[in-house]
């Protein structure tokens, strides 16, 4: 039986299992092998050698959104519009076939949007070029997700079950859950808050999955079987999604109305050029960018001393000694600091070096 095979024959076992406190031990084991098998299909195959095209995109500018929809959603409309790029958009699906870069100038920084070619129902697996498509999404900053409002949630949670599936995150924090394997000493268990979804019998059953006999665990919130997997694995990544609802001009106003209330959503129209300045003022909220100066003002950098000094010049942050702030971050102005000072927007900074 092939990995794919093993994969769907879990999850119908997990949908027919009824959930309490009986089968939790069960589904907890089940969830662990799931994860075990979908990270072995993500794995490239030794046989497949240098062969098919990836997206090797260089990234550029002061941060990256990934732009993943289903094929014909508005995509590369989005993209010609936001951008000076041209992507070619027709009524035919699969219209983009690889990765299009385009730059958003915005508030003085440069945000690189990337269209991506539509994926289907099954990316994880490798459909429809759906494993490039995903690859690249993991290295983004924000994934905009483009969405047909004309379609209703059927799209959203499609594309939330194949990023899922990968181990991407969206507008979820990492569990504040501690572990680390040891050589011996068997399993140390304890938390801090009251569990109400894992047991210490449900831990352990779960390291054996993954062959882990001997590890520190230290629970500091209350977290699922399937967070707890999520930290074992340890390959997972958490970002923010906004769900743009596209053509919200073929709807109802009471529609639109109900889409832009729920969460992390924003509603716009492609062809009529509707909503998309608030777009991009929630796609910078998110990005939560800051512009910082230097001295002589001009120079836009991230949020860190640490980030500010590689960002000016890689050696930079080896040969720094203190820097002089100003602005609404510090107590007094100039305030001397150092590396880990958290800069705010439009402050200004001036650095000196060893």
């Not at 309490?20 to 084991?29: D, F, S, W």
């Not at 969460?263 to 960018?289: F, T």
């Amino acid at each position: 039986m092939g990995i794919l095979e093993k994969i769907a024959e879990i999850e119908k076992e997990i949908s027919r299992t009824q959930k309490n406190k009986a089968t939790e031990y069960h589904l907890g084991l089940l969830k662990a092998k799931l994860a075990k098998y979908r990270a072995q299909l993500l794995e490239p195959s030794k046989s497949a050698g240098a062969k098919g095209e990836g997206f090797d995109v260089m990234k550029s500018g002061d941060a990256r959104v990934a732009l993943i929809g289903f094929p014909s959603v508005g995509k590369s409309t989005f993209l010609s519009l936001m951008t000076s790029t041209a992507s070619e958009a027709a009524s035919y699906e699969f219209t983009t076939l690889t990765c299009i870069p385009g730059v958003i100038e915005y508030k003085g920084a440069n945000i690189q949007l990337l269209d991506l070619p539509g994926i289907i129902e099954g990316a994880a697996q490798g459909k429809g070029r759906g494993r490039q498509v995903i690859a690249v999404a993991r290295t983004a900053d924000v994934v905009i997700m483009m969405l047909d409002a004309t379609k209703g949630d059927v799209q959203r949670s499609l594309l939330e079950k194949e990023l899922e599936s990968v181990g991407i995150r969206l507008n979820r924090t990492k569990p504040n859950i501690y572990f680390k394997q040891k050589k011996g000493g068997g399993l140390s268990y304890n938390s801090t808050v009251p569990l109400t979804h894992c047991s210490e019998k449900l831990v352990q059953l779960i390291l054996h999955e993954y062959k882990i006999f001997n590890a520190e665990v230290l629970f500091r919130e209350d977290s699922t079987p399937d967070e707890f997997i999520d930290v074992i694995v340890g390959n997972r990544v958490y970002m923010p999604c906004l769900y743009v609802y596209n053509k919200v001009d073929q709807i109802s106003i009471e529609e639109v109305d109900r889409l832009a209330r729920r969460p992390h959503s924003v509603v716009i129209s492609c062809g009529m050029k509707l909503n998309l300045d608030y777009l991009l003022e929630r796609l910078w909220e998110y990005l939560a960018l800051i512009c910082i100066y230097t001295k002589k003002r001009g120079v836009i950098v991230s949020v860190l001393l640490f980030m500010q000094c590689h960002r000016i010049h890689r050696t930079l942050a080896s040969q720094f000694k203190y820097a002089l702030v100003w602005g609404t971050s510090t107590k007094y102005s100039p305030q001397r600091v150092g590396l880990t000072h958290i800069m705010e927007h439009e402050d200004v900074i001036q650095i000196v070096k060893k």
